[in-house]
C-alpha cells in the first residue's frame, strides 16, 4: 500500500510553548512508542505530519508523558487525510477530513473511563460471583455508551462503515473483559487435563473459541487480550508437538499451519495468528534465537511483502542480542537504603542474577539452595550473587530480607515503574516472562547464559567451578 502524508493542525492558544506528542504501540508486542513529538509555536499552533500506508489508532497528548496535560485524546487517521483540532474553554472541536469520526472517538475516551471505573471496582469479585451475576457483570458494561451507540446510528452523515467501526470500539470494554474470562476458564480446563496428556489440538478444536473483531485490531487493549487467549491455546500446540513429534513429521511452523486452516472462521486472519504465534514464543523464557530465525524465515517464506515483518526483524534482533557471548545489558537498581547502583558495577566478576520477588513460591523455595551455594563459593571473591527482587512493595522486600539475614550477596530492586514495559527493566531487557530466572555474565561483561540453571542444580554440578577456573 502506498505512503501518504497525513497532517494534523492543533490550536490551543492557552498551548503556547508546550510539547505535543502522538504515540501508539508496536502492534505484535504491545509496547508504547512515539511517533511524533513537536511544540506549539508562540502562536498556540503546532503542525504534524504523519507519514502512513496503513489507518493508524494512535493518542495525542499535550503536556509531557508523566502529567495529564491539558488534552489526551485517541485519533483515527487514514493515509493522506489532513485534520484540525481547536481546543478551546475545556474541550476539543474537530474539522477537517474524518472530523465527525475523531470527535466520536473524543466522546468515546470519556465512555471507556467511566467504564473502566466500573471494571476496577467489580473484576476482582469476578471469581466469586455467581453464572448469573457474571453475566449481569458483562451486561453492565456493555450498557456503557448506549446512548452513545444509539447517536451513532441515527447520525446520517456517518456511512455504514464507520458507525461499525465506532460501535465496535465502544464496545471494546466488555468484549475484552470476555476475551478475560475465557482466558480463564482455559487455564481452569488446562490444569484439569485427564492423566496430564496435552490433547490433540485437532481433535479438541483448539481455536474454536477464538473470534476477532478486524475492526478492533487497531486497539492495543484489544490486541493484548487476542494474543494472550491465543498464546494459551499455542502453548497446548507447542506441547503436543513436543510430545508427538516423531509421528507428526512437519515443522512446528507447518503444523500451526494446519491446526489454523481447521477453523474456518480464523482462516483470513492467518497471517495475522502466525506473527502473534512468533511474538509469543519469543516471550518463553530461555527461547533461542535459532528457534526464532526459523519460524521468522517460514513466515517470511509465505509473506514476503507482511506489514508484521519489520516488527518480526526487530524481536529477531532483540534476541539477537542475548546470545552466549554477547554483552551484558545493563540495567540500575536500588539498594536497602535506597541507593542507586548498577549492575556494570560488578563487572570484572561472574555474576549469577537471581531474579525475584517476595511473593513468589517457588523463588523463596530456590533461596534455601541459594544459601548453600553462597556458602560454597564463600570463599571465591570474583563470583558475586545479585539479586534482583521485582517487588512493588519495598517494605515488604525490605523486612523479608531483615529476617533472612543468610541470603548472602548483593540486593537490589526495581520499582514498580520499570515493568516489563519499561524497556529498561530486567524483565524487559533479558526476556523475562516468569520468575524465578537466573542470569550468568562472564567476567568479561558478555553473558554466558540468559536462561541459566536454578541453584539447586548448580549445587549438584561443577558448572561453575568450571567458569571460575577459565
Known amino acids: ?273 502466525l506473527a502473534l504465534s512468533i511474538t509469543h514464543i519469543s516471550h518463553w523464557d530461555g527461547v533461542r534465537y535459532d528457534d526464532l530465525l526459523e519460524l521468522t524465515a517460514s513466515f517470511e517464506d509465505d509473506y514476503p511483502h507482511s506489514k508484521y515483518l519489520p516488527e518480526l526483524h526487530e524481536i529477531l534482533a532483540d534476541h539477537d542480542t542475548l546470545r552466549n557471548g554477547m554483552p551484558m545489558k545493563d540495567f540500575a537498581m536500588h539498594d536497602v537504603s535506597g541507593k542507586e547502583f548498577r549492575l556494570s558495577s560488578l563487572k570484572g566478576n561472574i555474576i549469577y542474577i537471581d531474579v525475584w520477588a517476595t511473593w513468589c513460591g517457588p523463588c523463596r523455595e530456590e533461596l534455601k539452595y541459594s544459601i548453600k551455594l553462597s556458602k560454597k563459593y564463600a570463599n571465591r571473591t570474583d563470583l558475586k550473587f545479585l539479586y534482583v527482587s521485582v517487588d512493588k512493595n519495598r517494605e515488604l522486600w525490605r523486612n523479608f530480607l531483615t529476617k533472612n539475614l543468610s541470603l548472602k550477596g548483593t540486593h537490589g530492586i526495581q520499582s514498580p515503574g520499570n515493568m516489563p514495559f519499561d524497556s529498561s527493566s530486567i524483565m524487559s531487557l533479558y526476556k523475562i516472562d516468569g520468575i524465578p530466572r537466573y542470569i550468568l555474565i562472564g567476567k568479561d561483561g558478555n553473558i554466558v547464559d540468559y536462561d541459566a540453571a536454578r541453584p539447586s542444580r548448580l549445587l549438584t554440578n561443577n558448572y561453575l567451578d568450571s567458569l571460575l577456573t577459565n
Open 1 to 273: 500500500m502506498e505512503e501518504k502524508r497525513s497532517n494534523i493542525t492543533i490550536t490551543c492558544y492557552e498551548c503556547a510553548g508546550m510539547d505535543i506528542s502522538v504515540s501508539g504501540t508496536h502492534f505484535l508486542r504491545n509496547l508504547p512508542k512515539e511517533i511524533y513529538r513537536a511544540s506549539f509555536a508562540s502562536s498556540g499552533i503546532a503542525h504534524i505530519q504523519l507519514t502512513n500506508s496503513d489507518t493508524l489508532h494512535v493518542f495525542l497528548r499535550i503536556g509531557e508523558k508523566d502529567n495529564p496535560g491539558i488534552v489526551a485524546t485517541p485519533l483515527y487517521i487514514e493515509p493522506g487525510m489532513n485534520l484540525d483540532l481547536v481546543y478551546h474553554n475545556g474541550d476539543l472541536t474537530f474539522k477537517g477530513d474524518l472530523g465527525l469520526v475523531n470527535s466520536y472517538y473524543y466522546k468515546l475516551l470519556k465512555v471507556s473511563l467511566e467504564s473502566g471505573d466500573y471494571i476496577d471496582l467489580n473484576s476482582r469479585k469476578y471469581s466469586q460471583f455467581s453464572d448469573k451475576e457474571k453475566e449481569s457483570y458483562l451486561a453492565g458494561i456493555r450498557l456503557f455508551g448506549e446512548e452513545l451507540n444509539q447517536m451513532i446510528k441515527e447520525d446520517q452523515s456517518l456511512s455504514d462503515y464507520y458507525k461499525q467501526l465506532l460501535i465496535s470500539h465502544n464496545s471494546i470494554s466488555e468484549i475484552t473483559q470476555r476475551l478475560r474470562v475465557d482466558s480463564d476458564k482455559y487455564l481452569v480446563k488446562r490444569r484439569l487435563k485427564v492423566n496430564d496428556v496435552t490433547p490433540d489440538p485437532i481433535s479438541s478444536d483448539v481455536f474454536s473459541e477464538v473470534i476477532i473483531d478486524p475492526n478492533l485490531l487497531q486497539s492495543s487493549y484489544y490486541v493484548f487480550w487476542v494474543r494472550h487467549n491465543l498464546g494459551l491455546k499455542i502453548d497446548d500446540i507447542w506441547e503436543y508437538y513436543d510430545e508427538n513429534k516423531d509421528k507428526i513429521k512437519t515443522s512446528r511452523y507447518e503444523y500451526i499451519k494446519y491446526v489454523i486452516k481447521r477453523n474456518p472462521n480464523l482462516v483470513r486472519f492467518q497471517e495475522l495468528i
